[in-house]
């Protein structure tokens, strides 16, 4: 059985992989076989090697490692055939369906779902007005669909608010003074006067659409959380 390592091995002795996937991996038969010279008998007398014969010696084992192992075989990446499609959206998420982050920054917060972008990724909002998230892309493999519902049929989500909307600017590198940290010229960082006024103007009708129903306010406000005995298998959301 060929040698593997450690990873490799499902116990002490028995290999993970294959004979021949082993000699897959190792790709042996790229190398070119050379004639190996006779062993002789049975040497005589061991010959006094000189400080040149050693020389010698090292520049022809040399000279076979790179002719066995060649620098020029590159390993290729194999062809992807996968296409990129976008993540079909769960039964249970509707426009206005009120979600629950399980992670990132705003773990743990209540949000209310706008549309799916093409990127398979859900654009939320707090409303920010309400519990401070803003206009966010969130993976719907985070998330918990709730039953609470917000009314946006009169609600349009502007067609600008897409993948691209979401990527970082560049900003100017700092050379990292103490200057720049704590002197005078040091301010902030700032939200986008654009993105800010954005932000505004999608949660002006979502906020009025929040507003018609009693205490959902409040609850999108609140923090979800579980305590001691809690199951989030058995809870119905």
Request: glycine fraction near 6%.
């Amino acid at each position: 059985m060929a040698q593997t390592a450690r990873k490799n091995q499902l116990a002490p002795g028995i290999s993970r992989l294959s004979r021949s996937k082993v000699f897959s991996k190792r790709a042996a038969y790229k190398i070119a076989k050379t004639a190996q010279p006779k062993a002789e008998e049975a040497p005589a007398k061991a010959k006094k090697v000189t400080r040149a014969k050693k020389g010698d010696l090292v520049a022809a084992l040399t000279a076979k490692h790179s002719a066995l192992h060649p620098a020029n075989v590159v390993p290729q990446p194999k062809a992807g055939r996968k296409s990129q499609r976008t993540q079909a959206l769960r039964k249970s998420i509707t426009p206005g369906t009120v979600l629950i982050l399980l992670a990132g920054r705003f773990r743990g917060k209540r949000v209310v779902f706008l549309k799916q972008l093409s990127s398979g990724l859900l654009l939320v909002t707090g409303p920010f007005k309400i519990n401070g998230v803003p206009l966010r892309r969130v993976n719907q493999a985070y998330v918990i669909a709730t039953s609470t519902k917000v009314d946006l049929s009169g609600v349009s989500v502007d067609a600008k608010f897409d993948d691209a909307y979401f990527k970082h600017e560049e900003e100017a590198k700092l050379k990292g003074t103490e200057e720049e940290f704590f002197g005078k010229s040091a301010t902030k960082k700032a939200a986008p006067a654009h993105k800010v006024a954005d932000q505004k103007e999608a949660d002006k009708a979502v906020v009025a659409a929040v507003a018609k129903t009693p205490f959902l306010a409040s609850y999108l406000a609140s923090t979800f959380s579980l305590t001691k005995g809690q199951a989030p298998h058995s809870l119905k959301f």
